[in-house]
């Protein structure tokens, strides 16, 4: 029993002696715990606001890169920033209110709240491959691309797809009139860019020589084989002095292509180059044929 007493009242001295060498109390220590402490209440700021950077940087995204046609599947939050951003209340399907899943849409912003929402089904079920991603942690967004078929159609699909997209590519690598530098011709051949990009690459070069100049990455934050090179530097093949009016000529082309096949956006760069871009996501199956 002493034994017993004794040790308890050694416990306590010890205590009382680490409490006093600075250790935190259990008083302090509810008081630094306290939400509606000045700390507290700064470190939630701080988070709200790193969370409201992020959504803003996924509405520009989607506001400049997604097609135009697209339905955008979005908790309140997102789709009350991505209206802000410029995209039109009619393309936007608000999960959570009048739809209880993302079906019918083409892109889902997958949002913490989506997440927690929809939980592995939004990966397993709906929407499998990422095309873009903003910030990290808890806070990240992802742009996903919805799966109409269901998630094993879509794989079979991006498959198929990449398989086409490599024999393009290395067709093009063999075409005498197209040039193009040791990065772009990794990327034709493991299936890495655009199918539409192909298509111009191609017919561009049955008119004229063409330069590959380099492959633009307009999709942030993934490397995936879902969200391939949708841009792309591009020149005439001869330097000369009709350099600009060829670049020009090109520039016409493209423009007066139609859809799928109408770039998102096509302009020149200086005087003998060009930039083209197109809209997310790739489409799947456009080199399969019928």
């Given at each position: 029993?002493?034994?017993?007493?004794?040790?308890?009242?050694?416990?306590?001295?010890?205590?009382?002696?680490?409490?006093?060498?600075?250790?935190?109390?259990?008083?302090?220590?509810?008081?630094?715990?306290?939400?509606?402490?000045?700390?507290?209440?700064?470190?939630?700021?701080?988070?709200?606001?790193?969370?409201?950077?992020?959504?803003?940087?996924?509405?520009?995204?989607?506001?400049?890169?997604?097609?135009?046609?697209?339905?955008?599947?979005c908790d309140p939050a997102m789709c009350a920033a991505l209206q802000a951003g410029g995209v039109p209340a009619g393309r936007l399907l608000m999960l959570g209110t009048a739809?209880?899943?993302?079906?019918?849409?083409?892109?889902?912003?997958?949002?913490?709240?989506?997440?927690?929402?929809?939980?592995?089904?939004?990966?397993?079920?709906?929407?499998?491959?990422?095309?873009?991603?903003?910030?990290?942690?808890?806070?990240?967004?992802?742009?996903?691309?919805?799966?109409?078929?269901?998630?094993?159609?879509?794989?079979?699909?991006?498959?198929?797809?990449?398989?086409?997209?490599?024999?393009?590519?290395r067709q093009l690598l063999r075409n005498r009139h197209i040039q193009a530098g040791s990065g772009v011709q990794a990327a034709l051949r493991a299936g890495e860019v655009d199918a539409r990009l192909l298509?111009?690459?191609?017919?561009?070069?049955?008119?004229?020589?063409?330069?590959?100049?380099?492959?633009?990455?307009?999709?942030?934050?993934?490397?995936?084989?879902?969200?391939?090179?949708?841009?792309?530097?591009?020149?005439?093949?001869?330097?000369?002095?009709?350099?600009?009016?060829?670049?020009?000529?090109?520039?016409?082309?493209?423009?007066?292509?139609?859809?799928?096949?109408?770039?998102?956006?096509?302009?020149?760069?200086?005087?003998?180059?060009?930039?083209?871009?197109?809209?997310?996501?790739?489409?799947?199956?456009?080199?399969?044929?019928?």
């Amino acid at each position: 029993m002493l034994a017993g007493v004794l040790a308890v009242a050694v416990a306590a001295a010890a205590a009382g002696a680490f409490i006093g060498r600075g250790a935190t109390s259990p008083a302090a220590m509810s008081r630094q715990a306290d939400p509606a402490s000045p700390a507290a209440a700064s470190i939630n700021a701080a988070s709200i606001r790193g969370a409201t950077a992020v959504r803003d940087q996924a509405a520009v995204w989607v506001a400049r890169q997604v097609a135009p046609s697209a339905i955008v599947a979005c908790d309140p939050a997102m789709c009350a920033a991505l209206q802000a951003g410029g995209v039109p209340a009619g393309r936007l399907l608000m999960l959570g209110t009048a739809a209880a899943d993302p079906l019918g849409s083409d892109v889902v912003v997958a949002t913490p709240a989506l997440r927690t929402q929809f939980g592995a089904r939004l990966e397993t079920v709906y929407a499998p491959a990422v095309i873009a991603s903003f910030g990290s942690g808890t806070a990240r967004i992802d742009i996903r691309a919805m799966a109409p078929d269901g998630a094993a159609a879509y794989e079979a699909a991006l498959a198929a797809d990449r398989g086409a997209r490599i024999s393009a590519g290395r067709q093009l690598l063999r075409n005498r009139h197209i040039q193009a530098g040791s990065g772009v011709q990794a990327a034709l051949r493991a299936g890495e860019v655009d199918a539409r990009l192909l298509a111009m690459f191609a017919a561009l070069a049955a008119d004229q020589p063409l330069r590959i100049l380099a492959l633009a990455d307009p999709s942030p934050g993934v490397v995936s084989l879902a969200a391939p090179y949708r841009g792309a530097e591009i020149a005439p093949g001869r330097a000369g002095t009709k350099t600009a009016a060829r670049a020009r000529a090109m520039l016409s082309f493209l423009r007066g292509q139609r859809l799928p096949y109408l770039p998102a956006q096509a302009a020149l760069a200086g005087q003998s180059a060009l930039n083209i871009e197109y809209s997310a996501p790739s489409p799947l199956g456009l080199l399969n044929g019928p």
